[in-house]
């Protein structure tokens, strides 16, 4: 590893400052299988910010497939879940084509932030819908909208949602009748 590099490195482990953020940019702009290595492992330190720091960082790697596993792993841990929105904001820097399921269920069950930042991916990114996919999303829906409050919030919330999953009929019932 280059003295460039392990000196970025250190920058992003501790107490976050304006160094942080433009080592975290300069590891981005190198997006080296070890760089994307050594944030996979950073995803695991007990600091919050260093967590946070490494998923940022990621994000701003141009190949950084191997990377979306491990933070989807991230996003499941106990430790992570004040940080998780800001941990889910690095994936505006990923290709999540496969994991709208994930994210549907991210919009569904997570606090507000993450639900809000969710919503935008899937608004705004690009999807590999199949069959699979929706009756899974649609499974997810019925969970969640037979165990919360049936109140004010989840009548806007239940339009939305059965708005988004017609939209998903509709585009596969178009996907079937072109082929």
């Not at 969640?144 to 989840?154: M, T």
């Not at 806007?156 to 708005?163: A, D, G, N, P, T």
Request: no cysteine; proline share 2%; glycine share 4%.
């Amino acid at each position: 590893m280059t003295k460039e590099i392990t000196n970025a490195l250190k920058e992003l482990t501790g107490e976050l400052n304006d160094k942080s953020f433009n080592a975290s940019n300069y590891l981005g702009s190198i997006g080296s299988e070890e760089v994307v290595n050594a944030m996979i492992a950073l995803l695991n330190d007990p600091n919050p910010e260093t967590r946070f720091m490494a998923a940022r960082t990621l994000g701003l790697v141009e190949n950084n497939s191997a990377a979306l596993s491990p933070l989807f792993e991230a996003f499941d841990k106990k430790e992570n879940k004040e940080i998780l929105g800001d941990l889910l904001m690095a994936l505006e820097g990923f290709d999540v084509s496969n994991n709208y399921v994930e994210l549907f269920k991210l919009y569904l069950f997570g606090s507000f932030k993450v639900s809000k930042i969710a919503e935008d991916l899937l608004d705004h990114k690009e999807f590999n819908i199949t069959t699979r996919v929706l009756k899974k999303a649609q499974k997810h829906w019925a969970h969640y909208s037979n165990n919360v409050k049936q109140d004010e919030a989840f009548a806007l919330q239940k339009i939305e949602v059965e708005e988004r999953l017609n939209d998903l009929k509709s585009f596969l019932k178009n996907l079937e009748s072109e082929n």
